[in-house]
């Protein structure tokens, strides 16, 4: 979906919604809308502002509500995560290889790079 086809959709629900729950006629509810989108002040606009945050705010209730029933397992798996991640930085492998004095630390295990 395009932002002009989301946009286009956005405004048919606000005047499907203004139409409803305001009791404007379609045509004032097109009006209100339009001057609303072009930034203009007409004498339904604020009623479009107040239909647009009713919508807002019906949408992000079962959001927040699916945050908040998720936000438990996200902590375990964190722990989880940070857990996995504090034994990987102290594996045996690493721990061994950590100290070795056999050589600078500037020098390759593989030898020096090949001349051409």
């Known amino acids: 979906m395009t932002p002009e086809q989301a946009q286009a959709a956005a405004a048919l629900i606000l005047i499907r919604r203004l139409v409803r729950n305001r009791q404007l006629t ?44 998720m936000l438990p397992a996200v902590r375990d798996a964190t722990a989880a995560m940070a857990k996995l991640l504090a034994a990987f930085r102290t ?3 690493a721990a061994a290889t950590k100290g070795r004095k056999d050589r600078p630390a500037w020098v390759s295990p593989y030898g020096p790079p090949p001349r051409r």
């Open 26 to 69: 379609v045509e004032e509810a097109v009006t209100a809308v339009a001057q609303q989108q072009r930034q203009e002040t007409g004498p339904h606009t604020h009623l479009v502002v107040q239909e647009a945050t009713a919508v807002i705010s019906e949408v992000a209730g079962p959001l927040r509500a699916l945050a908040a029933a």
């Open 91 to 93: 594996s045996p492998a």
